[in-house]
Structures are given as structure tokens and as C-alpha cells.
């Protein structure tokens, strides 16, 4: 039955996964727990797909785009994003400054004025708030909106926002 078919499912997914991860799993390692979390998640289409078959499967889709959405970022996305946010923010920041009639310019993500100088660091990036309205506007969009028009607006809008606010922060 079905029970036997979910048994099966998980022994022909979880043990090949599991000799990947194992010989990688450091504890507390953000790579490890990025690896350990797409390999939950893929033990779980597996077991799905094994299960149910693969009409009920691409049913799914949406879900697991979810999951993966909300995994932690690995390092080196996460370090170009947040680098690059934060240079972003600095370069908007010295414009508006500048435009205020202040005088500023931008070193990097530093910010250098006459009477000081202010830098953008990496918990300023933005890159939390940006995942988390992803994750969001991704869930509303596709569980409230049937048209992929209307879904990628609200995506756009919820990453526009963010980068708006965090300028204005």
C-alpha cells in the first residue's frame, strides 16, 4: 500500500543523500547546513515522487521552490549580494546627500563627508529584508494570484520596497 511505497521511497532517497552529506557535515557550518537543508528537501521529492508518481508531484513544485526560497543563503551568493547591496545603498546615499547640498562621496561602501565618515556594514545590507520579502511576496503570489503577470509584480514591488526602505534607513 501506500505506507510500503513511502518506506521504499525513503531508503532508495535518504541513503545516497545522506553518504554525500555526511562526510561534509561540520557543525555549525552554514555550507553544511545549506547542503543538509537541499538535501531534506530533495529526500522529499524523492519520497513524492516515489509515492505518488509524477503528476502529483509537479503539484508540488510550488512548495519546494518555497523551501528552497527560505534556505540560508550559501556564502558565496550571500557575500556578492550583500557586497553588492551595500554598495548600492553607499552610492544612493551620497547621491541623496549630495542633492541635500551636502558634500559626499563614496569609497566603497564608505561613505566620506568633510566632517566624517560612515560606513555601511553588512548587517545595513539589506540582504535579510530582501530574502524574507522574496520568500513572501513568492507565497502570497502564488497561494493569492493565479496570474504569473500579477505574481512577478508583487515580487518586484516587495524587492522594490525593501531596497527602498533600506536606503531610507
Given at each position: 500500500g501506500i505506507r510500503d511505497k513511502l518506506v521504499t521511497g525513503v531508503q532508495t532517497c535518504a541513503l545516497p543523500i545522506s553518504e554525500l552529506i555526511a562526510p561534509h557535515a561540520v557543525l555549525f557550518s552554514r555550507p553544511a547546513a545549506w547542503l543538509h537543508a537541499v538535501a531534506a528537501t530533495l529526500v522529499t521529492c524523492g519520497v513524492w515522487l516515489r509515492a505518488f508518481g509524477p503528476r502529483a508531484t509537479r503539484r508540488l513544485v510550488p512548495a519546494i521552490l518555497l523551501m528552497l526560497l527560505a534556505l540560508?543563503?550559501?556564502?558565496?551568493?550571500?557575500?556578492?549580494?550583500?557586497?553588492?547591496?551595500?554598495?548600492?545603498?553607499?552610492?544612493?546615499?551620497?547621491?541623496?546627500?549630495?542633492?541635500?547640498?551636502?558634500?559626499?562621496?563614496?569609497?566603497?561602501?564608505?561613505?566620506?563627508?568633510?566632517?566624517?565618515?560612515?560606513?555601511?556594514?553588512?548587517?545595513?545590507?539589506?540582504?535579510?529584508?530582501?530574502?524574507?520579502?522574496?520568500?513572501?511576496?513568492?507565497?502570497?503570489?502564488?497561494?493569492?494570484?493565479?496570474?504569473?503577470?500579477?505574481?512577478?509584480?508583487l515580487l518586484a514591488a516587495g524587492v522594490g520596497v525593501v531596497l527602498l526602505a533600506n536606503v531610507v534607513r
Open positions: 540560508p543563503v550559501p556564502d558565496a551568493l550571500w557575500n556578492g549580494l550583500s557586497g553588492f547591496l551595500k554598495s548600492g545603498v553607499s552610492l544612493v546615499a551620497t547621491e541623496l546627500l549630495n542633492a541635500a547640498g551636502i558634500a559626499a562621496r563614496q569609497q566603497g561602501s564608505v561613505i566620506i563627508t568633510a566632517g566624517a565618515s560612515v560606513g555601511v556594514d553588512d548587517a545595513c545590507s539589506g540582504i535579510r529584508s530582501l530574502q524574507a520579502a522574496v520568500v513572501s511576496a513568492f507565497f502570497l503570489g502564488q497561494f493569492g494570484l493565479r496570474r504569473a503577470l500579477h505574481r512577478a509584480w
